[in-house]
C-alpha cells in the first residue's frame, strides 16, 4: 500500500504542477501576446477551442465538464 500512496502523491504533485504552468501561460500570454510565447505557444487559443468543442458536445459536454471539475475539486493542495 506504500507504492500505491506514493504513486498517488506524485500524480498529484505532477497534476498541481501542470495547473500552475497552464495558469503561468495564460497570464503570460494575456501579457506579452500568443506571438511573443516561444514555450507555451497560443494558450488561450487551445482553451478556448476546448470549451467550444465541450459546448458542442451537448450532455456528453456537460458530463466531461463535471467530471473535469470532481477530479479537480479532490485534488489536495501543496502545502
Known amino acids: 500500500m506504500i507504492g500505491i500512496s506514493s ?3 506524485w500524480v498529484g504533485a505532477l497534476t498541481n504542477l501542470g495547473l500552475a504552468l497552464i495558469a ?3 497570464v503570460a500570454s494575456v501579457l506579452v501576446g500568443p506571438e511573443n ?3 507555451f505557444g497560443n494558450v488561450v487559443d487551445n ?3 476546448l470549451i ?3 459546448g ?3 450532455l456528453a459536454g456537460l458530463i466531461a465538464v463535471g467530471i473535469v471539475i470532481w477530479l ?3 485534488a ?3 502545502p
Request: hydrophobic share 50%; glycine share 12%.
Open 24 to 26: 503561468l501561460a495564460i
Open 52 to 54: 467550444v468543442s465541450l
Open 37 to 39: 510565447m516561444w514555450a
Open 72 to 74: 479537480l475539486s479532490k
Open 76 to 78: 489536495t493542495p501543496s
Open 7 to 9: 504513486v498517488k502523491s
Open 56 to 58: 458542442d458536445g451537448g
Open 47 to 49: 482553451l478556448v477551442g
